[in-house]
């Protein structure tokens, strides 16, 4: 452990400019950057320690100068004018660094899981398009937009720099930028008609612990490793050798157990009832199989050239959602046994000696816990070849045979483990991706995350909180302004309360000032956790910045929100905050209501407008006292204010954590 922890601290290490080098900058300090108009903007580094440096303005022709420190850091803040530009910034110690291009505007930080780094060409390789993409693309030309990508890393300890340039916002620049940061610049620039700065940060799948630093995450005891101290070295240790038991439990419970030799169907021809003609790749959906949570076993009979069998070969399969345990000839060649791994390509080495001559068997247990489920890549993803070429091989997609062994339907549920990666351990994103930012000056940030932290809602208000808490903590610049995107409805396959985790978000928003929430129950998509309607999401952000920031007070940017309850008789009378022009569901009957008696069983509720309020009632509940509204999954709900802003989710009670 002591070894690990050693080797990480010193790759971190290494990040950080040498002391004794010729002056030195953060990548977040670069030629085409954008610095924030009208603030003390630090300027900082690396030199020899006790070295001169002098750093030259010229929107101002002003000179600063410091001394590197003993660690060989120095920073100077620089007094910045309104908007404009371009300037030069000259930076002198032994060396002399000029940057180029330097614009003076807004500045806004972009980041959370994957619909933040959704890229504005979007993913067609996984079936998740972006709105207008194309059109958006070929428009961008905007040269006083900036933008700034990070690379994703992962640290165990607080780094000084990332990986990452600025760059004009081009055709070229934008199509791997985040689609939602992209459309949230472009209706600033539009309106407020200044340079705009955008600093991209995100990394798909990932919990907001993981951007956390140790001192705010310890203060929430399951993930403090020690009293004010959260190691993630020894964290993530613990969390994988706990999942490891359970998840080993699970596998032997569901029959998944990986065997070497296989059982007798991986050695002989499929055959019998069961088996069916299958196409590979495919989601089972698109097959026979259809949609199914279980375990699917599939066959191939294939050959392969005479010289290839006294020699190791590589059979790669693409994608499989979500583990899998693989044979050829019977023989265990590889398995993944982790739910997260769904996404994962597998390349598997088949020994030399193990294929033969003539027909070999290819047989692959599939379990889908959860999603499309299948062998589900790309027709070129599936082939076999030689270990030591990556050409000349031979394509192995087309018709396969399967057949259904297990469903999961009466079985018990896949142990969670959602920091079992690097990426989710505690800290290690904050670490990476965020502590090299500081304190670069920024206005705000934006943040569009929690599909992650769907396992326990109620944590999330602390982890949520504390996040925003820790990130206005380091970057000293008080409580700037903190805009977050609610989850969108979507098919999760899990029992997991979405409506909690919404929750959480609002709860976030009411407790923490200089905040402000985006619903998007309107603009979701039900078969995928990706929407491809960035653009509403970007402008509605952006309109939150508007109206708060920039004094655009006529500026829609908020849905209703509930206020409080009315009894009346047989009758409950939801009051709204957001909703001064009234509410409106534009002609269509109001959606996912529910309301239930002092039994605590929710029934499906009609609902009707009656003003700024809605009056909630069934005949099926003669006594109500509680309302819940747009709290499942997958409730795409239609009452919005005439501003044409959907309302959040809400419930009325506090009966228990479902």
């Excluded at 199989?289 to 375990?295: A, D, N, S």
């Amino acid at each position: 452990m002591k070894s690990l922890k050693f080797i990480f601290v010193f790759c971190a290490l290494c990040l950080v400019p040498c002391a004794f080098a010729k002056v030195s900058l953060p990548a977040v300090i670069g030629s085409h950057m954008v610095l924030q108009q009208k603030s003390d903007a630090p300027l900082w580094g690396w030199a020899k320690p006790g070295e001169q440096i002098s750093i030259h303005t010229s929107w101002d022709g002003q000179s600063a100068a410091t001394t590197a420190g003993i660690d060989g850091k120095w920073m100077v803040k620089v007094k910045t004018p309104d908007a404009g530009g371009p300037y030069t910034i000259e930076i002198k110690g032994k060396n002399k660094i000029v940057l180029n291009d330097i614009l003076i505007g807004e500045v806004w930080l972009c980041s959370g899981q994957s619909n933040m780094e959704m890229p504005l060409r979007g993913w067609p390789e996984w079936g998740g398009p972006i709105d207008g993409s194309a059109e958006a693309i070929s428009a961008a030309n905007h040269p006083t937009m900036r933008l700034l990508t990070v690379k994703r890393a992962t640290s165990l300890v607080p780094v000084d720099t990332c990986t990452g340039k600025w760059t004009a916002c081009t055709p070229e620049s934008v199509r791997e930028f985040s689609a939602t940061g992209y459309f949230f610049g472009l209706q600033l620039s539009q309106k407020l008609n200044v340079p705009i700065g955008l600093v991209f940060s995100s990394w798909g799948g990932t919990a907001a612990e993981a951007w956390t630093s140790s001192e705010y995450i310890s203060k929430i005891p399951k993930f403090a490793t020690s009293p004010g101290i959260c190691d993630p070295a020894l964290f993530y240790k613990t969390a994988i050798e706990k999942y490891t038991k359970e998840q080993d439990k699970w596998v032997k419970t569901i029959g998944f157990a990986v065997s070497d030799p296989g059982p007798e169907w991986t050695l002989s021809s499929a055959s019998g009832s069961g088996w069916t003609d299958i196409r590979v790749p495919a989601e089972w959906g698109a097959t026979t199989i259809g949609t199914y949570l279980g375990i699917v076993e599939y066959q191939l009979k294939f050959t392969v050239p005479k010289g290839w069998i006294k020699k190791t070969t590589v059979i790669e399969l693409g994608p499989i959602d979500d583990m899998d345990v693989t044979w050829v000839n019977g023989k265990l060649i590889g398995n993944h046994l982790n739910p997260a791994d769904w996404a994962t390509p597998r390349v598997y080495e088949i020994p030399a000696g193990t294929l033969k001559q003539g027909d070999n068997i290819l047989a692959i247990r599939v379990a889908n816990i959860s999603g499309l489920g299948g062998i589900n890549g790309k027709d070129t993803d599936i082939k076999i070849r030689l270990q030591k070429t990556k050409s000349g091989s031979h394509s192995l997609a087309g018709t396969w045979k399967a057949r259904k062994a297990l469903s999961f339907e009466t079985l018990p549920p896949v142990p969670d483990c959602i920091n079992c990666d690097h990426p989710n351990t505690p800290t290690m994103l904050y670490n990476g991706m965020i502590k090299p930012l500081i304190p670069f000056a920024i206005k705000g940030a934006i943040w569009y995350q929690g599909e992650s932290n769907r396992y326990d809602g109620l944590l999330y208000r602390k982890i949520f909180t504390g996040m925003i808490e820790n990130w206005r903590h380091d970057w000293s610049q008080g409580d700037f302004p903190f805009y977050f995107v609610q989850i969108a409805p979507y098919t999760y396959r899990d029992n997991y309360s979405t409506g909690l985790l919404r929750e959480a978000q609002e709860y976030a928003m009411k407790k923490l000032p200089n905040t402000g929430m985006v619903v998007t129950m309107d603009i979701g998509n039900l078969k995928n956790i990706h929407p491809g309607n960035k653009a509403d999401v970007g402008k509605r952000l952006a309109n939150w910045a508007l109206a708060k920031d920039y004094g655009l007070i006529n500026t829609a940017y908020s849905g209703p929100l509930y206020q409080s309850m009315q009894n009346q008789d047989d009758k409950i009378i939801i009051h709204f905050d957001y909703a001064s022009g009234g509410l409106t569901s534009f002609g269509n009957e109001l959606k996912h209501f529910q309301i239930a008696g002092s039994d605590r069983i929710f029934k499906p509720a009609t609902a009707r407008i009656d003003g700024k309020s809605v009056i909630v009632f069934s005949d099926e509940v003669k006594v109500p006292v509680a309302v819940r509204f747009g709290w499942n999954s997958t409730d795409v709900t239609n009452l919005f204010n005439v501003l044409g802003l959907p309302a959040a989710p809400f419930r009325t009670d506090q009966w228990d954590d479902k």
